[in-house]
């Protein structure tokens, strides 16, 4: 009978490691879903986010053409105030000329 309840005693104990596994399996199954289901989420929110990234900088882009677009007119419209004034000084200094020599007569 000693013999019968040592092979009863095993075999339990190897039905219990067994339950024992599966249950940790069944646990660690569900673990690895839930991180596999949260790299999911994480790669479309990365996704996402170099969308935006992307959008970012062809608006950033676009604002430097239009920057540079508004520097050369700028630009332009400095170059004529420019000759516009030099224009003027001309102006002056030809009407300067005429009232001397008539002030000089």
Do not use: Y
């Amino acid at each position: 009978m000693n013999m019968k309840i040592q092979t009863a005693i095993k075999a339990s104990a190897v039905v219990l490691a067994i339950v024992l596994t599966t249950g940790c399996s069944t646990e660690l199954q569900s673990q690895v879903d839930a991180l596999n289901a949260r790299v999911d989420s994480l790669s479309s929110d990365v996704a996402r986010a170099q969308s935006a990234a992307d959008a970012a900088g062809a608006t950033a882009s676009e604002a430097r053409q239009m920057s540079s677009g508004a520097q050369s007119t700028a630009n332009q419209a400095l170059n004529a105030a420019n000759q516009s004034q030099a224009c003027c000084d001309a102006t002056n200094e030809k009407i300067d000329r005429m009232f001397q020599k008539g002030m000089a007569k």
